[in-house]
């Protein structure tokens, strides 16, 4: 049986957002998901964004904390 990755479309979302250089809108819908739900992926996407801004001491605390929920983080 084959569950339901709730968390897809957000993903997909904020990739679009990203794509789309809609960082702060991004990085909005990042912070709103993890509220309702604090999963490695969202972390994953939030270091992504603060690598493409340059910012990499936050980067690398989303990717730790990423780590950190799942070691087995693609980050």
Known sequence: ???VDFLMPTIIEIEKLKKEKKINEALELCNKTIIKNEDYRIYEE????YIVGQN???ALKAINYALKLNPNSAT
């Open 46 to 49: 939030i270091a992504d964004i």
């Open 1 to 3: 049986m084959q569950t």
């Open 56 to 58: 990499l001491k936050a």
